[in-house]
């Protein structure tokens, strides 16, 4: 398993952006497909984007789609979530995980299949 630190939460204001960040702790960042999950009070965790293991495919939830960009840079054991045009509904804890993806071609995008996880970063939103 990795060890992972999300960072770059805050507030920002509706139509702003973020770039959040999660460092990988260990030698078997590559062996990971990531993802970034987000959980506001009273719902329940949703996918937002998940890259492979390469960096050179990514898969992102409707939430997402057209306003953030997923990315990692295995050199610094580091993924990315640009978030674009911010919403007060993207408000939310966002989260980083990892999945052991040697046996896995396709990126997961349930929770449920990633089995490390950060603390979490927060991103409020204000209108």
């Known amino acids: 398993q990795v060890q992972l630190v999300e960072s770059g939460g805050g507030l920002v204001q509706t139509g702003g952006s973020l770039r959040l960040s999660c460092t990988a702790s260990?030698?078997?960042?590559?062996?990971?497909?990531m993802g970034w999950f987000r959980q506001s009070p009273g719902k329940e965790r949703e996918f937002v984007a998940g890259?492979?293991?390469?960096?050179?495919?990514?898969v992102y939830g409707d939430c997402a789609k057209g306003r953030f960009t997923i990315s990692r840079v295995n050199a610094k054991n580091t993924l990315y979530l640009e978030m674009n045009n911010l919403k007060a509904e993207d408000t939310a804890v966002y989260y980083c995980?990892?999945?052991?993806?040697?046996?896995?071609?396709?990126?997961?995008?349930?929770?449920?299949?990633?089995?490390?996880w950060g603390q979490g970063t927060q991103v409020t939103v204000s209108s």
């Open positions: 890259i492979n293991r390469a960096g050179d495919r990514s």
């Open positions: 995980a990892a999945n052991l993806g040697i046996f896995t071609p396709s990126i997961p995008t349930n929770a449920t299949d990633f089995s490390s």
């Open positions: 260990g030698r078997t960042f590559t062996l990971h497909h």
